[in-house]
Nanobody, 124 residues
Framework: VQLQASGGGLVQAGDSLRLSCAAS????????MAWFRQAPGKDREFVAA???????FIAESLKGRVAISRDNAKATVNLQMNSLKPEDTAVYYC???????????????????WGQGTQVTVSS
């Protein structure tokens, strides 16, 4: 299984960014997919998830600025981020889980596979 995240970069506050994660080696349609992020010196935190391809979850603090989508035909999951703020600066990781349960959507320990991360830096 391989998850390849891309789309990060250096942007200014207020800009938008679209991250993509290409999955291979798994039955993508059967997997729940999620994005997490980790800022320097902080724990990894939940950003958004597509639970079993049917339910969408967004971190409360990011609602209204972030959207997650998936393309099962291309085995990709995308994260659209708008109105970026300097506090959004982090490494963003995509993750996959075959047996995720609803109560564990926001727990990083519940995911089986992780991408290498893509750096997002937002300047003020």
């Amino acid at each position: 299984v391989q998850l390849q995240a891309s789309g990060g970069g250096l942007v200014q506050a207020g800009d938008s960014l679209r991250l993509s994660c290409a999955a291979s080696g798994l039955g993508f349609r059967s997997y729940s997919m999620a994005w997490f992020r980790q800022a320097p010196g902080k724990d990894r935190e939940f950003v958004a998830a597509s639970f079993r391809g049917t339910n969408i979850f967004i971190a409360e603090s990011l609602k209204g600025r972030v959207a997650i989508s998936r393309d099962n035909a291309k085995a990709t999951v995308n994260l659209q981020m708008n109105s970026l703020k300097p506090e959004d600066t982090a490494v963003y990781y995509c993750a996959a889980s075959r047996s995720l349960i609803l109560s564990s959507v926001k727990r990083d320990q519940a995911y089986d596979y992780w991408g290498q991360g893509t750096q997002v830096t937002v300047s003020s």
